[in-house]
């Protein structure tokens, strides 16, 4: 399944860099198995928790570096590319120079499939490569096996449809359509109507939380659990009408680019957008994410590419003289888009992970009058799909695709049975909508602090009357003749009162002071004076 | 010794006491005395007689007059102290050859201690030194006694303790007498071991200092050599208790074979299962074991008494039950009744016989809301109301009130075990069942049909579960069919009740209402026939054979329903049926016209819903039919479609040629870029006003402060405008906390989400002090799916590794060994245990022998 023929006698080579493999590489790999570095146990005080802590480092380092030497015999394909000689450029490189040295198999995967009379069409792929939906515009669904090239189904809604999207797997699609949006079976039949959403503009899956996002024409964005069928958040993003929706894989983020020039992201659970950017002068023609999440490139009308560091949420990158209708990344981070009849792919040459330098890799330009509609990277191939005007076609894009699938993941070879296992698995590893955030490795950590934390004045001084209260309406215990006088009892009645006033600290007074106080001093002051030298110190 | 030293000085001090001069606090001057006393001075029993010498001395130079120390009565005079009178005590045995020696080291040495120590005190009071001359030119002090001595009068010395009798007193008088020798060995021996004088004891707090020094030395080393392995079990992230110790035995065989009897019973048991005789017997033949088997006469008899009881037991309940069964009264068998049923109940849950009884319950409430039997509409009943005779005496009113009772048991509904749809419709039922009382055969039979037809129309195939399986399915659809089969006689026979029943009705309904009565028949035909082209559409897919008939049937009957209702209600419907099939597209405007017009508005909206329903039901059909029909001239039909729904343009445009956009936003689009910027800065002040709201502006509440003209031009009070500038300031802090405070493109919202608050911890967890470190060693997961099932094991074992059942003993003292390091791939044993065998010791040596060679 992967490109990766050796030729030595023309320009392109899709060479497997067979290596030896040296100790920087193993380093590397480590690196990545690491997941970060670990913290700083010279601060740690408590020396048992030391060496506890770098036991369980030295059993991490040694895990990462087990998983680095297993790595060569779990994935073992490379990622394979185009390499030129001398004044060679590769984006001069056609299509047909690669079918000829490509193996058969992968030559099958160059095709123009040819529809004119239903539009432009929309492309989705499953999470495995293995499927593929079309929508085309005047109402044309059809289902195909992207393995064997056949047509699994294939029906005529005769509406519009705006928008095509697979769910967890290929047993169901959405399509957004003329007055709402439909739930499809594999076979073609109808299984659900979305009418809640009103007219959908676009539809994403967000497989990890099963949620159907989408955005529909008065600029409203629903999520919908498929797996109830309950509404999870209805948002007015109040920035207008869009089709500009895409979904950071990495956390499930919804980006929507709006005809301000800003690309907003939103999450279920809140109904403000959580970042706004103005990328843009003018109106957000497309927008795509890498899949580790840290990058995104949008494009604008004013012919402009930009791609933005989303850690930082930095522009790292503008490509002039470029307006791209779609834009969509590849699993190992190439970017294609698309104009007009022509694809531009553009490749990351800097090579190192921290710093991205995008320039032309590929180019690809169909026949004149096609306009792209859609473009769409192929999961695991190094194929790209096109949905244009006149159907859609299908090129390769050397290096584009993950060279080795884990089955645990995405499958493209599934039996039904393990299919159905995966949906069982899938449905237990749902993720509540909750964990949609900017950075979800900060799920499990300290909750973060909060601005207001303290109550505000008028519950605390509800607080405090209900308590004045409790305390004018205790009962007293009758006591011994000379201790139950009415004086006595009024003393000690208002003492009580006095006593739970005393409890709420008076306040304006100790805001400053006791702000300024970190935690562990809290705790010390909290002590005794003799016991203040026992007081933890972080 | 230095006891010794100390009881000097202090009677030195005793001496003071007395005297006039110069005098320090008490305190001091004991400390002075403590300080002065050598802690090692080596000639103690010198130091003890020139003591005494000393202190004689001492009296008799004292050259201060007593009057004068009497005055200068500042101090209580000290008598005795504690431990002065063991010592002298002690003083007495031992031999003081040396004085002159003693007293003058200890002269000289005092010499020397009052030279410093007169400088020291000169250093502490500041005072001259001659202040303290006194001090070291005291002189003893002559007492002269004023009574004669005598028994009544001892001397100062007797007072004092000395001059007391020795042993040696005592024994001048036998020497010479028998066993004298031996005496006088007896106490030299005894002498000899009283050499080492014992001494005060220290002061209680300096004794328990020592005691705690010498003892943290030993206890220290005691416990250091048990650092290594106390630091080591606290590093260590496993800690493992009894790695290789044997449980015992694995087998119930095991455990039996070594089992001996201890009780009586037990010996007993082992005696007869352990019997040679029994064994023989067993093995040559069974004759032998009977002689064996003999029973007791009391075993016998006892067993004899048992079975008489239970047969006396039997007879009786035998008589019990056959009076039971001879009662006659009614009263009791209700009751019995009632108890069976509410025991049948329980079976009941069974959904046959429920559902059974529930159509029972059913047709018995038809019944009653039919006949209204029980709403004391008989003869008597009538009688007994119009002559109020039922308020005149209980038992009447009881048995109407018992009938109305039973109406309404009856006649109550049962929910349970019909659906929602159908309980509606009986609902519209009785609805009109208020109106005209009369119909209420003929609505019967429309009931039952819709019943039928409901039933024959939910045998829907699960495409799913169990029943989706192939041999299940078949199972179903011959069920169907025969289902389907009996559903259409019993429409047949339902219609023809109908004819016989309708017409009746209609006339009567013509009778009562004066409503027009439509000849809906020649109306509903036409819809039929569509109905039947249709379903030649279906002619393609075989699995649909069946269900042809079955919707045939269906429509045919729901039309017939729609007569009746016509003939009540008054609504005449068109449906559009060749419509439909010409415009497949539309697939939802299925029109039901409802012509009400002049007198037939009056019609009930039960009805109308009623009709509803009915119509709605064909729009699947028309559905699927419509998708069948497309596919099979899709030719022809896309392209009026295609005309239809798109804006007309098939040739490959641009997306936007699909929607025209509003005028505004197309005024946007060509305008953007204007001031996008400027709207963004604007928005995301907006914002920032919302998630760091600005301080309010302090207000001053009129009147207040106010008073005089100086109050006013003082402006606000100092205090708000502080606070007010503490708060300004405080925002402008957290506007440059943001994360977005530097990036002006950007607005990141710093809301908090509650939602979300579930999946952070508030605290850190236990062993963990520091934030950073916590999450930091959050970012490895360590389930199997990311790790090598190598290392698996070890990022996931417990603290604490047991075997169950095993006892977990103290920890063992191990050697050392520096250079060893901690291995945690191999599982260390804390604590060696032997084996528990219960009488081989033998073994359990052995194996700690090895064991111990392996520490080695």
């Known amino acids: ?538 | 010794m230095v006891g010794e030293k100390r009881r000097s000085t202090s009677k030195n001090l005793a001496k003071n006491k007395k005297r006039k001069g110069p005098h320090l606090p008490n305190s001091i001057l004991k400390t002075i005395a403590n300080e002065k006393r050598p802690l090692n001075s080596d000639e103690e029993d010198d130091e003890i007689d020139s003591d005494d010498a000393n202190v004689d001395l001492y009296e008799y130079e004292e050259g201060v007059p007593e009057e004068e120390s009497r005055k200068n009565n500042r101090y209580d005079p000290v008598v005795n102290y504690d431990y002065e009178l063991p010592e002298d005590f002690e003083d007495e045995n031992v031999e003081s050859d040396d004085d002159d020696e003693g007293g003058n080291s200890d002269n000289e040495e005092g010499e020397g201690d009052v030279v410093r120590h007169t400088r020291m005190l000169q250093a502490v009071t500041g005072m001259p030194s001659a202040a303290f001359d006194g001090e070291s030119k005291r002189k003893p002090v002559l007492f002269t006694e004023a009574y004669p001595e005598s028994e009544f009068n001892p001397t100062r010395d007797v007072l004092e303790g000395k001059g007391l009798l020795t042993i040696d007193d005592f024994m001048a008088p036998i020497e010479g007498k028998p066993g004298f020798n031996d005496l006088q060995k007896r106490i030299s021996r005894m002498q000899k071991d009283t050499q080492a004088v014992v001494h005060a004891p220290l002061p209680k707090p300096e004794r328990e200092r020592l005691e705690r020094k010498a003892v943290k030395g030993l206890v220290d080393k005691e416990f250091n050599k048990w650092v290594h392995m106390v630091k080591r079990n606290r590093e260590a992230p496993t800690v493992y208790f009894n790695q290789n110790v044997s449980l015992g035995y694995s087998t119930v065989g095991a455990i039996a074979s070594e089992f001996q009897p201890r009780t009586d019973f037990e010996k007993k048991m082992a005696s007869v299962l352990n019997d040679n005789e029994l064994g023989e017997a067993h093995d040559e033949d069974g004759a032998k074991l009977l002689e064996l088997n003999e029973v007791s006469v009391e075993d016998h008899i006892k067993y004899r008494d048992h079975i008489a009881k239970m047969r006396s037991l039997l007879f009786r309940h035998e008589l019990k039950s056959k009076r039971i069964k001879k009662i006659k009264s009614k009263t009791y068998h209700r009751l019995k009744g009632k108890d069976l049923k509410k025991s049948a109940m329980g079976a009941l849950m069974d959904p046959e016989m429920a559902k059974e009884e529930a159509m029972k319950q059913e047709a018995r409430r038809v019944e009653e809301r039919m006949t209204l039997k029980h709403k004391n509409t008989g003869k008597w009943a009538k009688r007994m109301i119009s002559r109020g005779l039922n308020v005149k005496y209980d038992g009447t009113r009881a048995a109407i009130s018992e009938q109305l009772q039973i109406n309404a048991t009856l006649s109550r509904k049962m929910n349970s075990t019909n659906d929602g749809s159908s309980s509606d419709e009986s609902d519209d039922e009785e609805e009109l069942n208020d109106g005209s009382d009369q119909d209420t055969p003929s609505k019967l039979i429309a009931k039952a049909r819709e019943k039928t037809l409901k039933t024959v129309e939910d045998d829907e195939v699960p495409n799913s579960g169990l029943l989706s399986l192939p041999f299940m399915a078949r199972a179903m659809k011959k069920k169907n069919e025969e289902a389907i089969e009996e559903a259409k006689r019993a429409l047949e026979e339902y219609e023809e009740w109908e004819n016989s029943g309708g017409e009746e009705n209609s006339k009567k309904t013509a009778d009562v209402s004066g409503r027009r009565v439509f000849g809906a028949t020649a109306k509903v035909e036409a819809p039929k026939e569509s109905r039947k082209d249709s379903d030649n559409f279906y002619d393609n897919s075989d699995s649909d054979n069946d269900m042809e008939g079955i919707e045939n049937n269906d429509l045919r009957a729901v039309r017939d329903t729609a007569s009746p209702v016509r003939n009540t209600g008054a609504i005449t419907e068109t449906e559009k049926f060749d419509d439909d099939i010409e415009n497949p597209a539309s697939k939802t405007t299925f029109d039901v016209a409802l012509f009400a017009s002049g007198s037939w508005k009056k019609m009930k909206g039960c009805q109308n819903a009623e009709t509803k329903k009915k119509t709605k039901k064909h729009v699947p059909y028309s559905k699927s039919q419509d998708k069948k029909e497309s596919r099979d001239e899709e030719s022809e039909d896309s392209e009026s479609e295609a005309e239809q729904m798109v804006d007309g343009i098939l040739t490959s445009a641009s997306k936007e040629t699909y929607e025209i956009p509003s005028q505004a936003e197309l005024i946007q689009r060509a305008f953007a870029g204007d001031d996008v910027v400027d709207e963004f800065e604007k928005e995301k002040q907006e914002v920032l006003n919302q998630e760091v709201p600005e301080p309010e502006k302090p207000v001053l509440v009129p009147g207040w402060g106010q008073w005089t003209n100086i109050q006013k031009k003082r402006g606000l009070p100092s205090w708000m405008v502080r606070e007010h500038e503490d708060a300004k300031k405080k925002r402008t802090l957290d506007l440059k906390t943001r994360k977005d405070a530097r990036l002006r493109h950007v607005i990141i919202s710093e809301k908090v989400d509650k939602k979300a608050e579930k999946l952070h911890t508030t605290t850190l967890p236990f062993p963990y002090t520091s934030k950073e470190v916590f999450e930091h060693s959050m970012r490895m997961p360590i389930g199997p799916e990311f790790n090598p099932a190598t290392i698996v094991g070890s990022l996931n074992r417990p603290e604490v590794v047991k075997k169950a059942g095993v006892i977990i003993k103290p920890l063992k003292f191990e050697e050392a060994n520096p250079n060893e390091k901690v291995d945690d791939e191999h599982p260390r044993s804390n604590q060696k245990q032997n084996p528990k065998k219960g009488g081989k010791t033998g073994k359990g040596q052995r194996k700690g022998k090895s064991k111990q060679k392996t520490k080695a």
């Open chain 1, 1 to 538: 399944m992967e490109l990766s023929s050796e030729d030595n006698n023309l320009t392109e080579k899709f060479l497997p860099p067979i290596e030896q493999e040296s100790d920087v590489e193993l380093e590397t790999k480590v690196k990545k198995y690491l997941r970060g570095e670990g913290a700083n146990l010279e601060t740690l005080k408590d020396k048992k928790l030391k060496t506890q802590l770098a036991s369980r480092e030295k059993l991490y380092g040694k895990s990462a570096k087990t998983a680095a030497k297993i790595e060569k015999w779990l994935l073992p394909a490379e990622a394979g590319y185009l390499e030129t000689d001398g004044l060679e450029k590769t984006w001069r490189v056609k299509q047909t120079d690669i079918a000829n040295e490509v193996d058969l198999l992968s030559s099958r995967n160059q095709y123009d499939i040819v529809l004119p009379d239903f539009g432009p069409y929309k492309l989705d792929f499953t999470a495995s490569g293995r499927h593929m939906i079309a929508g085309g515009r005047k109402g044309h669904l059809a289902l195909v096996d992207m393995m064997s090239m056949n047509l699994i189904k294939e029906i005529q809604v005769k509406e519009t449809v705006r928008d095509v999207a697979f769910l967890h797997n290929e047993q169901f699609f959405a399509a957004a359509q003329k007055k709402y949006a439909y739930i499809y079976g594999r076979d073609g039949t109808e299984l659900h109507c979305l009418k809640e959403r009103g007219p959908v503009a676009r539809l994403r899956f967000l497989k990890n939380h099963f949620l159907l996002a989408s955005v529909n024409k008065s600029g409203q964005l629903h999520y919908q659990d498929v797996t109830y069928g309950g509404m999870v958040a209805s948002i007015r993003t109040g920035k207008g009408r869009t089709d500009v929706m895409e979904v950071n894989p990495y956390n499930g983020v919804v980006a929507l680019g709006h005809s301000g020039g800003t690309v907003t992201m939103w999450k279920p659970t809140s109904q403000a957008p959580l970042v706004q950017m103005q990328c843009h002068p003018g109106p957000v023609s497309s927008v795509a994410f890498h899949p580790n999440g840290h990058l995104m490139a949008t494009s604008g009308k004013e012919r402009k590419l930009k791609i933005w560091d989303l850690r930082k949420f930095e522009e790292i990158q503008t490509i002039h003289g470029f307006h791209a209708k779609t834009l969509s990344f590849s699993q190992k981070g190439l970017l294609a888009a698309g104009t007009g009849s022509f694809v531009q792919i553009l490749g990351d040459s800097s090579g190192s992970s921290s710093s991205h330098n995008y320039s032309r890799y590929m180019n690809h330009s169909m026949v004149k009058g096609y306009q792209i509609e859609k473009l769409m990277f192929r999961p695991y191939e190094d194929v790209i799909g096109i949905g244009h005007s006149m159907g859609w076609s299908s090129i390769l894009i050397p290096g584009s695709g993950e060279p080795n699938f884990d089955s645990w993941v995405a499958n493209p070879f599934e039996t039904s049975k393990q299919r159905r296992e995966k949906e069982v698995h899938l449905l237990l590893d749902k993720l509540p909508p909750e964990t949609i955030m900017l950075d979800p490795s900060k799920i499990g950590a300290m909750k973060p602090s909060r601005r207001k934390e303290k109550p505000s004045r008028g519950e605390i001084e509800a607080e405090k009357e209900v308590a004045i209260e409790a305390a004018k309406s205790t009962e007293l215990k009758k006591k011994t003749k000379g201790r139950n006088k009415p004086s006595k009892r009024t003393k000690k009645k208002k003492e009580m009162v006095e006593n739970a006033k005393r409890t709420f600290p008076e306040q304006g007074h100790n805001n400053t002071a006791s702000k300024k106080r970190r935690i562990g001093e809290d705790a010390a002051a909290e002590l005794p004076a003799s016991l203040k030298r026992f007081a933890r110190k972080n």
